[in-house]
């Protein structure tokens, strides 16, 4: 029979003071639990010597909460971004609508989104902003035999393409 990591992650909670299982640890060489990874059965402790990963079957908690002052130096404070709770998985994702031209195949191949089709503007894919949307203007970029062969351009990146990559 396996042990369930992900139910065992379930035990540890944020400033839980814990000691990874070896001879000879006590409670005052501990470590504060600054992230938890159930998804994964793993625990990031905040040592005073630095941050570590440990499996859930490798550490013990020796007090819940954050109450004594055994494991000196570590406070939530202290962890570089701060300690958090974070699940691996958080379910599906939820598909964000296109607000502007989105690459679609190779060759840098571009396909408008619903909007811009219908209202004939497109929008820099770089910069493009719900407030305050950049669209691309017609440039010309080469000429021969008095055709112009025209490309279009963000004006504020300088983002560049040929209308012929729009499928």
């Known amino acids: 029979m396996f ?10 909670g944020i400033n839980d003071l814990v000691v990874p299982y070896a001879d000879g640890v006590k409670d005052t060489m501990g470590g504060r639990v600054v992230a938890v990874w159930p998804a994964i059965g ?14 859930v079957e490798d550490l013990q908690i020796v007090e819940k909460g954050f109450k004594s002052d055994k494991a000196k130096g570590v ?15 958080v ?28 209202h004939g503007k497109y929008t820099c894919p770089k910069c493009h902003c719900q407030d305050d949307p950049s669209y691309l203007t ?9 055709v112009s ?19």
């Not at 202290?78 to 974070?86: I, Y």
């Not at 599906?92 to 989105?102: I, Q």
């Open 75 to 89: 406070f939530p404070d202290t962890v570089p971004g701060g300690a958090s709770k974070t699940p691996v998985s």
């Open 91 to 118: 379910g599906p994702r939820k598909m964000a609508s296109k607000v502007a031209l989105y690459w679609v195949s190779r060759d840098r191949k571009y396909r408008p989104c619903k909007s811009e089709r219908a």
């Open 138 to 146: 017609k440039a010309p970029y080469t000429r021969q035999d008095g």
């Open 149 to 167: 062969e025209k490309v279009l351009v963000c004006p504020r990146c300088t983002f560049v393409i040929m209308e012929s990559d729009l499928v």
């Open 3 to 12: 042990p369930d990591y992900q139910q065992q992650a379930k035990n540890f």
């Open 42 to 55: 793993m625990v990031d402790v905040q040592f005073p010597h630095g941050n570590m990963r440990y499996p």
